[in-house]
Nanobody
Framework: VQLQASGGGLVEPGGSLSLSCAAS????????MGWFRQAPGKEREFVAA????????YYAESAKGRFTISRDNAKKTVYLQVNSLKPEDTAVYYC???????????????WGQGTLVTVSS
C-alpha cells in the first residue's frame, strides 16, 4: 500500500487542522492505520491508531481529548482532526499502515511521506 499524507500548514495556537492520508494499492480495509509525528530535534512518536473497520481507536496521552482519528474505507483515507493546537504540536505528521498485527499495533510496515504542521502566532 502507498500512503500520501496532506493537510498540514501554519496555524495559530488554539486553531485546528484536518489531516488526511490517502492510500492506494492493496485493499485498504485490511490495514490498521496510525498517525505519528516527529518534532524538530526529537524522535518520532505515536499519536493515534484506528482498527481496520474503525471499531477501535487508541491515542497517546498527549493526543487524548484534542485529536480524533477516523477513516473512510470507501475513500481509502484515514483522517486526523487536530484541535486546540499548541506550539509543541509542531511536527511532521506521518501516517502508517500495518496488516495483521496485534491491537493496538506494535509495528507498522508502510509509511507515508509526512505533512508539516506548524503552530505559531
Amino acid at each position: 500500500v502507498q500512503l500520501q499524507a496532506s493537510g498540514g500548514g501554519l496555524v495559530e495556537p488554539g486553531g485546528s487542522l484536518s489531516l488526511s492520508c490517502a492510500a492506494s494499492g492493496r485493499t485498504f480495509r485490511v490495514y490498521d492505520m496510525g498517525w505519528f509525528r516527529q518534532a524538530p530535534g526529537k524522535e518520532r512518536e505515536f499519536v493515534a491508531a484506528i482498527s481496520t473497520l474503525g471499531s477501535y481507536t487508541y491515542y497517546a496521552e498527549s493526543a487524548k481529548g484534542r485529536f480524533t482519528i477516523s477513516r473512510d474505507n470507501a475513500k481509502k483515507t484515514v483522517y486526523l482532526q487536530v484541535n486546540s493546537l499548541k506550539p509543541e504540536d509542531t511536527a511532521v505528521y506521518y501516517c502508517a499502515a500495518v496488516a495483521g498485527d496485534s491491537w493496538p499495533p506494535m509495528r507498522y510496515d508502510y509509511w507515508g511521506q509526512g505533512t508539516l504542521v506548524t503552530v505559531s502566532s
